[in-house]
DNA sequence: CTTCCCGCTTACCACGTGGTCGGGATTCAA
DNA sequence: TTGAATCCCGACCACGTGGTAAGCGGGAAG
């Protein structure tokens, strides 16, 4: 963030060992925020986890929040990421789309963090609440902007408003990772994610 | 639930008064577990808004767990007895089930509640977590039976399982309600929760 | 070798939590 | 009017929380 350059040459910021607890602590966090919402996880246990003490986390991260900003901005990164390579690959738009949720389903702990997180950040003094608004915002948006364009190839169903559309399909995404989760311990009724998302973009476009 | 009778007339237990505050309570849990969740929520708060002090909060109810159960034990009586009248009074099922869409979104406190709640009760050591399991297995349950008749009458959609068409369904209900709710503090881009759920409806069944 | 910063620890703090205990009002039936 | 049940309160408890203060050992840089 600063622009301040360290005396001769350009060096990240700290150590070696710092920057790799760093991540450890990231990793920790993300997977239990996951498992038990943001609310009740404890700065204690995320640092049990690494094998450090809690104001040792805290030398890292300088408050709870600041903590859980970083989990987010890392996670998202990761996930725009894969995605765009996947588009740059020369795959569809929706089939992307399918391709996280299909890794997702193999990394419960991101699942959780995010039907928890969003869940939780409805309320409007949560510390994350600008974050979710602003990824609904922009993935909405772009998938709105990818229905457009299949109305306009005459691919949409009649009747369906692009915008509906998008908002149905990433409501689809949401809902079904709380039956998703849900049924984790009983794994007969549970739902394949990455077809349900497959089923409802199919429901949407034509033919 | 006891079968044991009181000595002359059948009579409610308690004194009115105690009948009364114990409706308040619920009403106060209601809106205070979905603002900000069953952990994050404390009973003294809950205890306050009805006016009371917080070991008199549990004095009708024995414990926080309790409370919750009661909760959604006597949400769920609510939401299915209009749900009845509506079918009764010969409305579709997705009519119906649109109309307590309509009916929530009044009710923002209750919106709230299921989205916060299903999230939370993901974990299988929550005190909710069979609850809700119960609760999505005879809702998909009751959704796949009325998708099959459909099926059976020919509109369905083709190509589209019952089953998967009536998880997508309670999905969008899910999802809808958390970015209703996300957008709560910016009306423009709120959806309408009930119109959303008859346009997926509609692209699941033919013509 | 010295100096400085980084990584991390132990000890501590104020505070909020769910739950218990014992008792004082209030209310109802007899 | 007595007596019992109900309703509710103040005080208390053990515990877990996020965050702070002070310091110590070790690696990096001059």
């Known amino acids: 963030m600063t622009t301040q350059a360290p005396p001769s040459t350009a060096r990240a910021a700290g150590y070696a060992r710092g920057r790799a607890t760093r991540e450890e602590i990231l990793d920790a966090a993300m ?16 640092a049990s986890r690494v094998g450090i003490s809690h104001p040792g986390l805290l030398h890292h991260f300088s408050s709870k929040a600041v903590l859980l900003a970083a989990v987010l901005e890392r996670r998202d990164e990761v996930d725009e990421a894969a995605f765009q390579a996947d588009l740059d690959a020369g795959h569809d738009y929706f089939d992307a789309l399918a391709r996280i949720v299909e890794r997702n389903a193999a990394r419960p702990g991101i699942v959780e963090l995010f039907a928890t997180l969003s869940a939780e950040a409805t309320s409007p003094d949560h510390p ?11 993935v909405v948006g772009s998938t709105t902007a990818e229905f457009e364009r299949r109305r306009d190839e005459g691919r949409l169903r009649s009747g369906i408003d692009p915008d509906m559309a998008a908002r149905l399909t990433v409501a689809v995404m949401d809902g079904m990772q709380i039956q998703w989760l849900l049924a984790a311990d009983t794994p007969d009724d549970r739902p394949d994610m990455a077809e349900a998302l497959r089923a409802q973009v199919a429901a949407l476009l034509s033919d």
Chains 1, 2 share one sequence.
């Open 31 to 46: 997977l239990l925020f996951g498992e038990v919402g943001y609310h009740t996880a404890s700065l204690r246990e995320v």
């Open 128 to 138: 994350a609440h600008a974050f979710f608004q602003a990824r609904y915002r922009t």
